[in-house]
């Protein structure tokens, strides 16, 4: 299909996506999934420009496009692909989703002023419930679709469960019309947002990577870094934050990045699984980065009435000292291991890459200036969308002419179907939430387990987020926690805002802790390694990520909530501690730490993470002494050898 782009799908969806050359059959549902797509692209976009239709039209005709995608290329996995019972029940489902969707927006007001269904209602609404499950099925495998199934159950057989659990039951009309036929249900805030802001950004991100912005990305990373201790790997650092301060899938970006960094990094002598680590903790950490943030951001503005430009400011420092951490990590273990970079004349140059690509940044620019004065998201996308097609000119080789134009636009509605599926499935799950009161009783719950303790409620929170993410986009794990934790934080004491990023992170980083962590499961399928081995060295390389959420709470002021003087003590502090919590892990500074060092570095990072004045100048003490010391022991094993250390003398030049 001339429209398609291959380089920002996994390997896994271009399977499932990619129809075979010999089979008319497939090109045909190809072409037609291709058309339905763009479709989908350009009535996203006339509607930015235009307006939205009212929720129950714009969201409705949004998800009905969204499931014929799914449905025409995704394989059940219950027949043989392609084959005859496949077709037929394909469309079957799509025919079912159609007239679905069609009466919702027949009916949707009548049941609005009486919410009594008829017969037709709950078939219809029955119907499009259990496509809205079997699309999440596909997309996203079984856990968010179980999950749906087991708060369906939970509604309808109320009075059978224990204790504090239990409530009276609903009946099949109440449930269908609360989860089917209303805003507070699969059409809820969620599908809201994904129908607008977030395709909207997912096609921009389209256009970027038709253009060539993507390579951009990469090419600027390997001219930064390459040649440095432990070059690829900090190639790979940079591209994927590069990459996902526009992506909204850590698997995606792992999938794009990760298939030239991780090859590179095996090539100059890292193991399999700390190459693919190293791809996924970077990739993951795109999620956190502004200005999309995974898609979570616009789903944060609508959930606490903050302004969408507010939050994705507040993420910045976070998000920075995250990558900072990483690269840290990434140096010091390059240079213990005595990893060189890549030769400079194997590099693209600095300088041909800006020249070739630097006008593809401006729309970016034009993005966030918009956003900074204050115009709504889709707005401020919808215009620099445009700019985008103008700047495309300025050199052929980027120029976006109808073809690209066409594939951007299918790519970009390909890459939201994931997303939108989810956002479906987590808007049913909060409504039963609400509808049930289950949120109130799991809230009791851990009140009386946590006391009065603030500190006990987020290792809690964090631990449901760790285990109820897994296996699922950021986006939909931090809808579900959102609804079900934030009012026991806001409870305990906790910010709003700080409430909300907590709850994010945490949700975000099981993407990376084992046992379910898909975006290292993508980065080991493409090294060739241990999936558990790549998910455990992922977590252990995104420790910062598992302290900063904690700060966020105690300390606002990291997250722009408090005076300049306040924002700047609390960065560096943490910043040392990172630093001395990264040299405890890796066991190297100058040259190899003694085990005294070691003591004396984790005590270091313990008085940097613990922040007072007092412990600030014990922290700064203890680490100044062990760097003195290191640094005068590895000069003296230098002369000693009368040979420079590659280790070493790499390190000075970073």
């Not at 790519?411 to 479906?424: E, K, Y």
């Not at 808007?427 to 006990?456: C, E, P, R, Y």
């Not at 922290?619 to 290191?630: H, P």
């Amino acid at each position: 299909m001339a429209w398609r782009i291959d380089q920002a799908v996994s390997p896994e969806e271009k399977e499932s996506m990619t129809p075979s050359a010999n089979q008319s059959r497939g090109k045909q549902i190809e072409f037609a999934a291709s058309c339905v797509a763009v479709g989908l692209s350009i009535f996203t976009v006339y509607t930015a420009f235009f307006g939205v239709f009212t929720a129950m039209i714009q969201r409705p005709i949004h998800m009905m496009l969204i499931y014929i995608i799914i449905l025409l290329t995704r394989p059940s996995k219950i027949f043989r692909k392609g084959s005859w019972p496949e077709h037929a029940l394909n469309l079957i489902l799509i025919l079912f989703s159609i007239l679905s969707m069609l009466w919702l927006m027949k009916s949707w007001e009548r049941l609005y002023v009486t919410p009594y269904p008829n017969s037709i209602d709950m078939i219809m609404g029955t119907i499009g419930i259990i496509i809205t499950l079997e699309a999440t099925r596909r997309t996203l495998g079984s856990p968010l679709m179980i999950l749906g199934i087991i708060f369906l159950t939970f509604a309808f057989l109320g009075p059978y469960f224990p204790g504090m659990f239990s409530h009276r039951g609903y009946g099949l009309g109440r449930v269908v019309v609360h989860a089917f036929f209303g805003t507070e249900g699969i059409f809820g805030i969620p599908a809201g947002v994904a129908a607008t802001f977030v395709l909207m950004f997912i096609i921009f991100g389209a256009f970027l990577i038709v253009s060539g912005g993507g390579k951009a990305f990469l090419d600027f990373a390997m001219s930064f870094t390459g040649h440095y201790t432990g070059g690829p790997a900090k190639v790979a650092v940079l591209a994927s934050g590069f990459m996902g301060m526009m992506s909204a899938s850590a698997v995606a970006n792992v999938a794009t990045t990760g298939s030239i960094t991780i090859p590179m990094m095996k090539r100059m002598g890292y193991k399999p699984h700390v190459a693919a680590g190293i791809e996924s903790a970077a990739s993951c950490g795109g999620m956190f980065m502004p200005p999309i943030m995974g898609a979570t951001a616009f789903v944060i503005a609508e959930f606490t009435g903050i302004s969408y430009i507010e939050i994705a400011l507040a993420a910045a420092i976070p998000a920075v000292l995250y990558y900072i951490a990483l690269f840290i990590m990434v140096h010091f273990s390059s240079a213990k291991a005595g990893f060189r970079g890549v030769p400079k004349q194997d590099l693209p140059s600095f300088r041909t890459t800006l020249a070739n690509s630097v006008h593809l940044f401006f729309p970016v620019f034009v993005l966030l200036a918009l956003l900074v004065l204050r115009f709504t998201p889709m707005y401020a996308c919808a215009y620099s969308l445009g700019s985008f097609v103008i700047f495309s000119f300025i050199r052929k080789a980027t120029r976006l002419d109808f073809r690209k134009i066409m594939r951007a636009l299918d790519l970009g509605a390909r890459n939201a179907a994931t997303i939108s599926a989810a956002c479906a499935t987590a808007g049913l799950i909060i409504g039963i939430i609400t509808m049930t009161g289950f949120a109130m009783k799991l809230s009791d719950l851990v009140t009386d387990m946590a006391g009065t303790s603030l500190f006990l409620g987020l290792f809690f929170m964090m631990v449901a987020s760790l285990i109820l993410g897994m296996g699922l986009p950021p986006v939909a794990s931090y809808i579900i926690l959102a609804a079900l934790g934030a009012p026991i934080l806001s409870q305990l004491g906790a910010p709003l805002l700080s409430t909300h990023m907590f709850i994010f992170y945490f949700g975000t980083l099981s993407t990376i802790t084992p046992p379910v962590c898909v975006a290292a499961y993508a980065g080991a399928g493409i090294a060739h390694s241990d999936p558990m081995k790549t998910g455990f060295m992922a977590t252990r390389l995104a420790f910062v990520a598992f302290v900063v959420p904690y700060y966020m709470v105690y300390y606002p002021s990291l997250i722009l909530r408090g005076s300049v003087i306040e924002i700047v003590s609390i960065t560096l502090t943490l910043l040392l501690g990172i630093f001395s919590f990264a040299v405890f892990l890796e066991g190297f500074l100058s040259t190899r730490i003694t085990p005294v060092e070691r003591v004396l570095i984790l005590l270091a990072s313990v008085f940097f993470f613990w922040p007072s004045l007092w412990h600030f100048m014990v922290g700064i003490a203890l680490l100044g002494s062990v760097t003195y010391y290191n640094r005068t022991r590895a000069s003296k094993l230098i002369s000693q050898s009368n040979i420079e250390c590659p280790a070493v003398s790499s390190s000075r030049n970073t």
